[in-house]
């Protein structure tokens, strides 16, 4: 995507996304739009993060997924028949199967791995596990009735792993 068609999406849409995601967000594009602050709601402007700032919080990103990679559209726990499914990165409309190693999870990709584990005869349940700070209202809704319609065939549960905002 190029730097305009990113900007749009981020700052022409309504967001379900934490203040902190939201700073980070726009620290990466602004520089690349020209825009070097921004206004908080109660006027007073803020700088963009700084590079070094925006390199731990990727670090920050880089542990968190080493330590959860995955390849499989989710992982099972044989013993227990649990399907565990990460949610994590910023939430987006029609991403696909991106993952949070591009730093967004597409909501049409979330609902193709949750429904491979609701169609797996071996998942006995499906467990989300959050750690997001939110993401595009688009896509959003819809998400979340799939989910809600599929507890009637499987028990789902979420569970919010240090951050769970907005669309998450």
């Given at each position: ?113 949750f429904e491979a584990a609701i ?50």
């Amino acid at each position: 995507m190029q730097h305009a068609q990113i900007a749009a999406r981020i700052l022409n849409r309504p967001l379900l996304v934490d203040a902190r995601r939201a700073e980070v967000m726009l620290s990466v594009l602004g520089p690349r739009i020209g825009v070097t602050s921004y206004l908080r709601a109660d006027g007073t402007a803020v700088p963009l993060l700084s590079a070094d700032r925006l390199d731990q919080e990727a670090t920050i990103a880089e542990r968190r997924l080493a330590e959860r990679s995955y390849r499989e559209p989710y992982l099972l726990d044989t013993s227990t028949g649990i399907a565990w499914i990460p949610v994590e990165g910023t939430l987006a409309h029609r991403q696909g199967t991106l993952h949070a190693a591009s730093g967004v999870t597409g909501y049409d990709g979330l609902a193709a791995r949750f429904e491979a584990a609701i169609e797996d005869p071996l998942v006995k349940g499906v467990l989300l596990d959050f750690h997001s700070g939110g993401g595009e209202v688009s896509g959003c809704f819809d998400l979340a009735d799939r989910i809600f319609q599929a507890r009637e065939v499987k028990p789902v549960w979420a569970l919010a792993n240090e951050l769970a905002a907005s669309a998450a």
